[in-house]
């Protein structure tokens, strides 16, 4: 019994050790939503704009569109924007964005800097609206289809090599209506 009690120690720090080994090992940007295949959650948030028209989970359905979680605050935002400016200017797919866990007068002051790539942006302050959708951070961005139903998650900045490689084949998957 002593023994076990004197190897106490060495097995919580092997538990310990094993434990942040796998912590170290898990890339959030490669855990797929648990959102995936299911509708949006329901929601309506406020404007961090002067347009003031907000935007709700009803304004993702019927067309394929992207859903973007940005910040201010954070620096993968600003360099995944320019790449979200080209995707908007094109126009091959509806844009919009939630300001999570952002003060109201830096999101609008930032939209204003850096131009708006999006068609709405609603506000969510508290990041409920963030919890419901499974965000782990920002930047992400969803894919949605027409149905208003997620179709895929990225954590991360999206570059031009995400958008070449995932983004592109399955937006076109989608908008043919072939899934």
């Not at 942040?20 to 929601?43: E, Q, R, W, Y």
């Not at 709700?56 to 201010?72: I, Q």
């Not at 094109?90 to 952002?102: A, F, L, M, Q, T």
Request: glycine content about 10%; aromatic content about 10%; some cysteine.
């Amino acid at each position: 019994m002593r023994r076990l009690v004197s190897l106490t120690p060495l097995l919580l720090f092997i538990l310990l050790a094993f434990g942040l080994g796998f912590s170290l090992t898990n890339d959030p940007s490669k855990m797929p939503s648990l959102l995936i295949d299911k509708a949006v959650p329901a929601f309506a948030l406020a404007s961090p704009d002067e347009d003031g028209r907000g935007f709700s989970s009803v304004d993702l359905r019927g067309k394929v569109s992207l859903l973007n979680v940005f910040a201010s605050w954070c620096p993968g935002c600003r360099v995944e924007h320019p790449m979200l400016m080209q995707l908007a200017q094109r126009g091959s797919v509806s844009i919009y964005g939630i300001n999570w866990k952002d003060s109201l007068r830096n999101g609008e002051r930032w939209l204003k800097a850096n131009q708006s790539p999006y068609a709405r942006v609603g506000f969510d302050e508290n990041g409920r609206v963030g919890i419901d959708l499974g965000v782990t951070g920002v930047p992400e961005t969803f894919v949605i289809d027409r149905f208003g139903r997620v179709r895929y998650r990225h954590a991360g900045p999206l570059t031009e090599d995400v958008w070449h490689e995932i983004f592109e084949p399955l937006l076109a998957q989608l908008q043919d209506g072939s899934s």
